[in-house]
């Protein structure tokens, strides 16, 4: 399965300027992998380089995609980073450049989804995280 640019907003609260995920490549109940191409445009480049604040959006917007996909005929929830633990970024992709995340469940329970990340460039693991994300009942409103 794959999405296309327009219906990612189907499964984003997140709008534009704000999206940091272009498509969901794979999603099933414990992984989902994204793409994201990175315009010079963008809120979170930096002397033409995507920041460490720009990788953690786009691993919390890959879990948020999961979410609104796995819950197709559901309103969009908005979730609430917990914590981030063992952030570690290893290069930072360039303006034009296009990223793959992968996300990987670890457990789920009730409304805490703790997982793992991992964000490449062109192979490159870029960065790499384990996260807790609480789900709210909190419908996204455009």
Known sequence: METTTKSILEYLPQRHPFVMVD??????????QTVFFISKDNLFC?????????????IAQT??????????HKPVTIGMIGSVDNFEVY??????????????VKAEV????????EVFCQDVLMASCSMK????????IE
């Open 63 to 72: 879990c948020a995609a999961r979410l609104g996909y796995l819950n197709e």
């Open 46 to 58: 930096r002397k033409d380089c995507f920041t460490e604040m720009g990788l953690l959006e786009n």
């Open 133 to 140: 994300v609480f789900l709210t009942d909190i419908v996204s």
């Open 23 to 32: 498509k969901i490549l794979s999603c099933d109940e414990q992984q989902t």
């Open 91 to 104: 290069a930072l992709p360039s303006a034009c450049d296009t990223i793959l995340t992968t996300m990987l």
């Open 110 to 117: 009730s409304n805490v989804v703790l997982l793992v990340a």
